[in-house]
């Protein structure tokens, strides 16, 4: 297993445009989750996948965005009307919440997305 | 609700010397609590995470962190700093709950100086 992947690694759009991003995470792994970086600071929670229900959502997830986990493997994230302010890196991670093991999270090398 | 404070935005030290990276939290359980280093253009990378037992613990690359309740403070040391240590660094909680989301600080930007 090579990791957690994400595609695209980059991804620049127009102002209005919709937005597809998807993340493969590593294969044994229920958990998933989606994190918004801007510059100069911390990733910020969005979004948490067990097996394909999401159990919760921030509320920084607007309703132009939506995610998905078909059959609880990969994942798509969604931003419709994309904004100038949606320009971040989308980072995405996954665990394995195993008896006996504590959840530790593993990051995909991250999708930046620059809105023009 | 739980949060971490990362003191200092950028850290500047000489090849050699002693790193020391600080972060600070606050829960109202027992956290769990973890650090990772960023290089530029990729995704996180565990260095470190304390959740139960010895408060200190040791990661890769020679970094370790010890854990005080007292002080409600998981700090980041390394005896002898590397040029390939010049990164980003996030000090992380995890929320507790059924999801164990990480709540991240806003980073430390470490540069070394040969």
């Known amino acids: 297993d090579t990791g957690v992947s994400q595609d695209p690694r980059h991804k620049i759009t127009k102002r209005g445009q919709n937005v597809t991003f998807r993340c493969d995470p590593i294969?044994?792994?229920?958990?998933l989750y989606w994190y918004r970086q801007t510059l100069g600071q911390g990733p910020e929670f969005l979004t948490y996948?067990?097996?394909?229900?999401?159990?919760?959502k921030s509320r920084l997830l607007s309703d132009r965005f939506s995610a998905e986990r078909p059959k609880g493997s990969f994942s798509t994230l969604e931003i419709q009307r994309t904004e100038q302010g949606d320009s971040a890196m989308y980072l995405c991670?996954?665990?394995?919440?195993?008896?006996?093991?504590?959840?530790?999270?593993?990051f995909g090398p991250g999708t930046r997305l620059t809105v023009l | 609700a739980q949060s971490v404070t990362q003191l200092g935005s950028h850290v500047s030290v000489s090849e050699g010397a002693l790193v020391l990276l600080r972060c600070n939290y606050s829960?109202?359980?027992?956290?769990?609590l973890f650090w990772y280093v960023q290089y530029p253009n990729q995704g996180l990378q565990l260095l470190l995470k304390?959740?139960?037992?010895?408060?200190l613990v040791k990661g890769i690359n020679g970094f370790e962190a010890e854990f005080k309740k007292s002080e409600t403070s998981f700090h980041l040391t390394k005896p002898s700093a590397h040029m390939s240590d010049a990164a980003e660094y996030f000090c992380?909680?995890?929320?507790?709950?059924?999801?164990?989301?990480?709540?991240f600080g806003t980073g430390t930007r470490l540069q070394v100086f040969p």
């Open positions: 996948f067990q097996n394909e229900a999401q159990l919760e």
């Open positions: 992380a909680v995890s929320d507790v709950t059924n999801t164990d989301k990480l709540i």
């Open positions: 991670a996954s665990s394995s919440r195993l008896a006996g093991k504590d959840n530790e999270q593993f």
């Open positions: 304390y959740t139960t037992g010895a408060t």
């Open positions: 829960s109202s359980v027992p956290p769990y």
């Open positions: 294969s044994e792994h229920n958990r």
